[in-house]
DNA sequence: TTGTAAGCGTTATCAA
DNA sequence: TTGATAACGCTTACAA
């Protein structure tokens, strides 16, 4: 594999002179950088980049810490952060830590070894101070994914998530149900991260006058097997919700499935609501409501905070929120 | 952040004695590794892989490439891709080429300049004879994709697209269909890589003694979006099939949800057949007649094969085909 | 505008 | 069993 001594040789320059042609520097006489880059073509030269890492200040790599890639959601988020990074001039290197906090660490590692730039988590498994440490080495923006903390020094992409869950319990309301139930990945507790969508369910029903049964509540579901468990839970209740409101349409695809074999009419029978608006949701039958995320321009500002802090170490944090969205279909 | 140097001091052995430890030597006093084991616990003390990969032989890193990560086929390859590799105690880099040839030839770089112990490649846009020269920094998988090449000195995982294809036609004609339109994400020329599917459907309509209409060969067809379009010119034909074989679950999820929404009734009006049996196949209604490729084998059996490479430089290159499955919903 | 030389954090070779 | 030292391929003062 050619190096730069090998273009060295070939094109009669120095090794610095290589190297200012690489990171195209100002001021090199024309007929030099020629020489230069034929001798680079001619060798079919690549710039070694665990070199350039080890010794440069840029890696022009950013990494994309995900839970799931399986998950539809995250599949697009990092496609659209992929493109724009590309765009950028960075690499993207995704990381799949699997709800794993171990495994997120080893991935913040890739700071500290300078393998990477800067970060972009969309899930946070870790307490916000276990992460921060990490910040000394390179600048992390959180996508989808925030904390509370108020002193927490990090750039946030945020959605109303408080606001997409009032919405789409409202919806229901509207819609003349009264026992909804509420199908969440998280725990429900306070201190939960999901915690915004726990309180718009909270104060939608709470406006409406409508107390919460904690049966109706469901925990840490994920899956489209999730949704069909669930449907089955809730055949099994004496009390039995109207509707059911969903934190993403992969549980709410499962729920819509199963109802249908068990001869329930969507949303006849029950009403359902999902949460991203998949590709996928629009295809179910009935079409699926859901609360549309702007994943695009999600990752796209993310990228771009993102370079801002990495071309400006000076730059302010800042947290942006985006529009999210009801969508109706058919299934409320 | 600490390096080696700092281990050494803190240690007070020498550096080659704290490289020993980092690689698990097996000649070293207790005591001394001992030390070196505090030092670099205190220190938070991790190796920079961008040094040893300069240096060394291995980066423990493998590439996988993929050509767009938001097809719930390759998310769910990456997937299995990325969990048994870890198991395997390798980091995983995904990388998105979008059908772009030159980005493709970028991320195989990643071997040239030692970032990457391996490839996997998903798929492959460039011609095998491009890619070759790669094969000489490090081992190169095919997993899902193949080249015809008898000379391809490449391990690959295979699924007989043949009989896949075969399978799903031969299913549409024992239904009594010999109307059968062909949408393929290639382009059914002979040299085209989706040839053996194309082979496929020639074979079982040949057999069945059915003449192919051009005018139901539909090319490069790859999203929902797509799918509603090609369902779209359906319907604009005078002389219009009675079913369809789709490269793609995505492709044929948007037929079958457009030929909804025209009041056809599937498969009365119209049968469908999809491709690789995601999740969301069995959520859709009618449930998809698709066929089935066992990803997560595949996955599996790339990285150890992979593995195999890498341990042992003279392995000889083989290929591995997989069973691929009809499994029969109610769209057809 | 160009070149020389030091150094980034490792591992491998050699000698002790 | 241990240590000194060179080398991997590049960038960047500094000097010319």
Redesign the interface.
């Given at each position: 594999?050619a190096n730069i001594s090998d273009v060295v040789r070939l094109s009669g320059v120095s090794k610095s002179t290589v190297s200012r042609v690489i990171n195209n520097y100002p001021h090199i006489s024309k007929e030099k950088k020629e020489r230069v880059l034929k001798a680079m073509e001619e060798l079919g030269y690549?710039?070694?980049?665990?070199?350039r890492?080890?010794r440069g200040q840029f890696t022009t790599t950013i990494g994309v810490i995900v839970p799931?890639?399986?998950n539809?959601f995250f599949?697009?988020l990092?496609?659209a952060i992929?493109?724009v990074s590309?765009q950028n001039g960075y690499q993207?290197?995704?990381c799949?830590s699997?709800l794993d906090k171990e495994?997120e660490l080893t991935f913040l590692?890739l700071l500290?070894?300078?393998?990477a730039d800067g970060i972009i988590m969309t899930a946070i498994e870790n307490d916000w101070l276990a992460v921060e440490p990490f910040t000394e080495?390179g600048p992390i923006v959180l996508c989808n994914e925030y904390v509370s903390d108020a002193n927490a020094n990090v750039s946030m992409i945020r959605l109303d998530q408080f606001k997409g869950a009032y919405m789409g319990v409202k919806h229901l309301i509207e819609r003349g149900h009264r026992k909804i139930a509420y199908c969440t990945g998280g725990s429900f507790t306070d201190i939960d991260k999901d915690n915004d969508r726990n309180l718009g369910y909270r104060k939608a029903l709470e406006e409406a006058g409508i107390e919460i049964n904690p049966n109706w509540i469901i925990l840490n579901q994920h899956t489209?097997q999730d949704g069909k468990k669930v449907m089955k839970y809730l055949l099994e209740l004496k009390d039995r919700p109207t509707a059911v409101f969903t934190g993403s349409d992969?549980v709410a695809?499962?729920i819509?499935?199963a109802a249908?074999q068990y001869g329930f009419s969507i949303p006849g029978d029950l009403a359902i609501v999902g949460f991203d608006d998949q590709?996928?949701a629009?295809?179910?039958?009935p079409g699926l409501t859901t609360i549309r995320q702007p994943v695009d321009q999600m990752g796209k500002k993310a990228v771009e905070v993102l370079v801002g802090h990495l071309n400006n170490a000076g730059m302010a944090t800042a947290t942006y929120e985006l529009p999210i969205e009801l969508v109706i279909r058919e299934s409320t």
């Open positions: 594999m690549t710039p070694n980049l665990s070199a890492r080890l799931r890639i399986v539809p599949s697009n990092v496609d992929e493109k590309y993207t290197i995704i799949q699997n495994k590692n500290k070894t300078k393998q080495y489209i992969e695809g499962g819509l499935s249908k590709p996928a629009e295809l179910l039958d």
